[in-house]
């Protein structure tokens, strides 16, 4: 049972999304159980396949059989052991929470909407697991459609912002395709490892150059990296709910796992960091993502858009901290990656429970509303606190080895950017708190004799915010567990 | 000039996929009409698709098939020479990524129709002054 973790998390998903979308026709209280059932049993895999890599290393399972170059293999180590790990258990404990508010704001259309999010993780945990570049590209597809399909469903502008999402998504993808292409007809190959085997005789090539070139815009595009930003607020915001809480914290992520994925395993650091001398354009760049994130941030009034453009601000620490080119700035990478999807779960799950309950979340709405949703606001608190980076929260750690990479690679922009970006975020939040904690509730005109009743979320919604809420403070305690026995083992020796 | 006849020449199913997908590029940037974008990222898809397909092309080769695969003679009989056959895989990898394309092509379409029945135009310049008035 446990050899064949590697195909359950993506063979699971994957069939109970047509069984979804068959029992929705039969009764569309089938759905929910079937897709907690399915996304349990992916988590359950993932975390006995991170296990099982932690005892024994990492695990090739060949698909049908086949051996690698010319089959499908699936190739999990330290890294993605971990990233699975993190998708599943978030995709998860969303998928509770999200239950009330799918049947508030689509009525009639849970079952598809059900099918469509567990397809969605299907391609996540497929991203992550595979070892072939051109399977990667076609789950890159899976994931990306059914992310449409499902902020298309929301309301006023969804639909327009959705399809401005498909044209740079489409767009991304292909780049990605077309980076591949090159790859093939420079060695043949569509195994991650074996090019990277062929390749090294090859790094003066041109064709591998653009290659490399073609598949990391590509990959930028797709998880918004600063000048390729534009499709993400919008989309994120005008989305359900649940959409935009799964696809926020997961897919930019996944997507920065692509990308390292590319420079530690496809093409070798040694490629990437020493034959192109490309480190340094690229820091700049998510330098000016950082700062273009935060500054878009303050504009914002409405809570949930502010929170998408913090997300551009957190690509830019992720990507910054990759083309570092140091072990510690590729270990922050890594670590940002499991806690900015924890944080980013957090506040659009505060989101989600505010659209629940006020149909609103512009800062007007918000006013006085710690007494209304005492539980919410904590947590958006907590979550808060770990964006800015305060220490016993997840988001401090990351942002330290972040910071002394910088400080390693005497790349000082960068160790600025990050400062600034942290004041920005205790500006954006405490800005947030002050309003819903010490602005009187808009109906209550100020008289202070008729305090505002508690009408706080139903607990399904409640139970996993507080998991998450606690979980952010776990992580950053067991940070030094996390970093020695996973993120150690993830990072290649020749990265000092 | 010469030389730079014999690159294009040489090396033309290349310079046609490059060109098919400037347009494509550029319809999705230029084009007003929410439609043609989506023409466009269709045309940018199949450019790359036509490029996968002529990397497996060779000059003089035959379909992947083995005549003498059975029979007689047997596999063993025959050598088997790459050169003589042309690469089968590219276009395998291409039949995938034309259903990718005909699923976002339908995806980006009904999207284009819940706009229109939104805002009644497909215009993208129009849509956004509605927006704007709102």
Redesign the interface.
């Known amino acids: 049972m446990s050899q064949q973790y590697p195909a359950l998390l993506v063979i699971v998903p994957l069939l109970s999304a047509l069984v979804i979308s068959a029992a929705g026709w039969i009764n569309k209280r089938l759905c929910f159980p079937i897709a907690v059932a399915a996304l349990g049993a992916a988590a359950y895999s993932c975390i006995g396949l991170l296990l099982r890599v932690l005892e024994e290393g990492a695990i090739v399972y060949r698909f049908g059989g086949w051996d690698p170059p010319m089959g499908i293999a699936y190739y999990v180590d330290h890294l993605n052991g971990l990233v699975l790990v993190v998708v599943s258990v978030v995709a998860f404990l969303n998928l509770i929470a999200s239950k009330k508010s799918i049947e508030l704001e689509l009525p009639d259309k849970t079952a598809p909407f059900y099918a469509l999010y567990v397809l969605q993780v299907t391609g996540l945990l497929g991203i992550v697991a595979t070892g072939d570049a051109f399977n990667l590209y076609v789950l890159l597809e899976i994931t990306a459609l059914s992310g449409y399909a499902m902020l298309a469903m929301g309301k006023d502008r969804a639909q327009l912002s959705t399809l401005n999402y498909l044209y740079m998504g489409t767009i991304g993808a292909c780049f990605y395709l077309l980076g591949v292409g090159y790859l093939y007809i420079v060695t043949g190959s569509l195994n991650m490892v074996d090019i990277a085997n062929i390749l090294p005789p090859l790094y003066e090539s041109k064709a591998v150059l653009g290659a490399f070139i073609i598949c990391l815009v590509g990959v930028w595009i797709k998880m918004a990296f600063f000048p390729l930003h534009a499709w993400l607020p919008n989309a994120y915001t005008h989305g359900p709910s649940a959409a935009s809480s799964l696809i926020a914290p997961l897919v930019t992520k996944v997507m920065i796992y692509v990308m390292i994925r590319l420079i530690l395993t496809v093409f070798t650091p040694e490629f990437a960091f020493n034959v192109l001398a490309v480190s340094k354009p690229i820091v700049w760049l998510a330098v000016a993502a950082i700062f273009m994130g935060a500054i878009l941030a303050l504009a914002e009034r409405n809570l949930k858009k502010m929170l998408t453009y913090i997300i551009v601000a957190e690509v830019g620490y992720m990507v910054g901290g990759a083309w570092l080119g140091n072990r510690a700035g590729m270990t922050g990478a890594i670590l940002h990656i499991v806690n900015d999807a924890l944080m980013t779960l957090c506040v659009f799950l505060v989101v989600g429970n505010i659209a629940y309950k006020l149909k609103g979340y512009a800062f007007d709405d918000l006013k006085g509303l710690v007494r209304k949703m005492p539980f919410t606001m904590g947590a958006l608190v907590i979550g808060g606190l770990s964006i800015i980076g305060v220490p016993p929260t997840c988001g401090f750690f990351s942002k330290w080895y972040l910071i002394s990479g910088a400080i390693q690679a005497g790349q000082y922009a960068f160790m600025v950017a990050l400062l600034f970006s942290s004041l920005v975020n205790v500006v954006l939040f405490f800005r947030v708190i002050e309003i819903c904690y010490y602005e009187p509730f808009s109906n209550a005109h100020g008289h202070d004799h008729h305090p505002e009743p508690m009408a706080e979320a139903p607990l399904t919604m409640l139970v996993p915010l507080f998991i998450v809420a606690v979980g952010l403070i776990l992580v950053g305690l067991y940070t030094g567990d996390i970093v020695n026995n996973v993120i150690e083992f993830a990072i290649p020796k020749s990265i000092v | 000039m010469g030389d730079l006849i014999q690159i294009v020449v040489a090396k033309y199913n290349y310079w046609i996929y490059i060109t098919l997908m400037m347009i494509g590029?550029y319809a999705?940037i230029v084009k007003n009409n929410?439609v043609k974008?989506i023409v466009g990222?269709n045309i940018?898809?199949t450019a790359?698709i036509l490029?996968?397909v002529s990397?497996g092309a060779k000059r003089g080769a035959t379909i992947p098939i083995l005549e003498h695969g059975h029979g007689e003679h047997g596999a063993g009989a025959h050598m088997i020479h790459a050169v003589d056959y042309i690469n089968p895989?590219?276009h395998v990898?291409m039949l995938?990524?034309i259903v990718?394309a005909v699923?976002?092509l339908g995806?980006?379409l009904a999207?284009?129709i819940?706009?229109y029945n939104?805002?009644d135009t497909l215009e993208e310049d129009e849509?956004l002054a509605q927006?704007r008035e709102k």
């Open positions: 590029l999705m929410l974008k990222m940018f898809q790359i490029f996968y990397t895989l590219p990898l995938t990524a990718v699923a976002t995806v980006a999207l284009a819940r706009v939104r805002y849509i927006i």
